[in-house]
């Protein structure tokens, strides 16, 4: 079965920082590019980040330019998500999704960040 | 950036009767490749999204062909023949030809009536 589980959030104090994991399996990781879309109740759904197949290229939206980083490491099926000086803003459901030309399938069920003191 | 506009955002659907969104981008979703990379995703309550129809016309494996995406250029739209019970949820549709950034729809929410 193809799919794609994130872990790593949690509660954490605006300016703090947190690394989500996805681990991928089903299918060959080293060849998709992979991506971040985060969901927040004020914002909907937005995409956050993604990274091709070999790590070269990365691309953010800008809202998280300078602050987040994505990176995979294909020998361990894994994708992640550095996230440094937190915002309030940033609170929202963190989805991983594997990349294709026709979009993103499948999803993880998501991981919580919450950003608060 | 693209802005996706999608209508309605509430649609109460008797069960058994037909369902359709619209969705309409600012500009033309056709890439320089030819094809268009406008996709559907619905989510179920408490789920996360999942991708129902992809490059306009394109049916998942495992979705219903009740299903089913039409249009061109920036007019597209996502037609349920008979809604079900299981298709409660919120639909979104998605853009990727002008990708930085990909952008959405606000989301369509479809209940049973």
């Known amino acids: 079965e193809v799919q794609v589980v994130e872990s790593g959030g949690g509660l954490v104090q605006p300016g703090g920082s947190l690394r989500l994991s996805c681990a991928a399996s089903?299918?060959?990781?080293?060849?998709?590019?992979m991506n971040w879309v985060r969901q927040s109740p004020g914002k909907g759904l937005e995409w956050v980040a993604n990274?091709?197949?070999?790590?070269?290229?990365?691309y953010y939206v800008d809202s998280v330019k300078g602050r987040f980083t994505i990176s995979r490491d294909n020998a361990k099926n894994s994708l992640y998500l550095q996230m440094n000086s937190l915002r309030a803003e940033d609170t929202a459901v963190y989805y991983c999704?594997?990349?294709?030309?026709?979009?993103?399938?499948?999803w993880g069920q998501g991981t919580l960040v919450t950003v608060s003191s | 950036d693209v802005v996706m506009t999608q209508s309605p955002l509430s649609l109460p659907v008797t069960l058994g009767q037909p369902a359709s969104i619209s969705c309409r981008s600012s500009?033309?979703?056709?890439?320089?490749?030819?094809?268009?990379?406008l996709n559907w995703y619905q989510q179920r309550p408490g789920q996360s999204p999942r991708r129902l129809i992809y490059?306009?016309?394109n049916r998942d494996s495992g979705v219903p062909d009740r299903f089913s995406g039409s249009g061109s250029g920036t007019d597209f739209t996502l037609k349920i023949s008979r809604v079900e019970a299981e298709d409660v949820g919120v639909y979104y549709c998605?853009?990727?030809?002008?990708?930085?950034?990909?952008?959405f729809g606000q989301g369509t929410k479809l209940e049973i009536k």
């Open positions: 999704a594997r990349g294709s030309s026709g979009g993103w399938s499948p």
């Open positions: 990274i091709n197949q070999d790590g070269s290229e990365q």
């Open positions: 998605i853009q990727g030809t002008h990708w930085l950034p990909y952008t």
């Open positions: 089903g299918f060959t990781f080293s060849t998709h590019w």
């Open positions: 490059k306009v016309s």
């Open positions: 500009q033309s979703l056709v890439y320089s490749d030819g094809n268009t990379y």
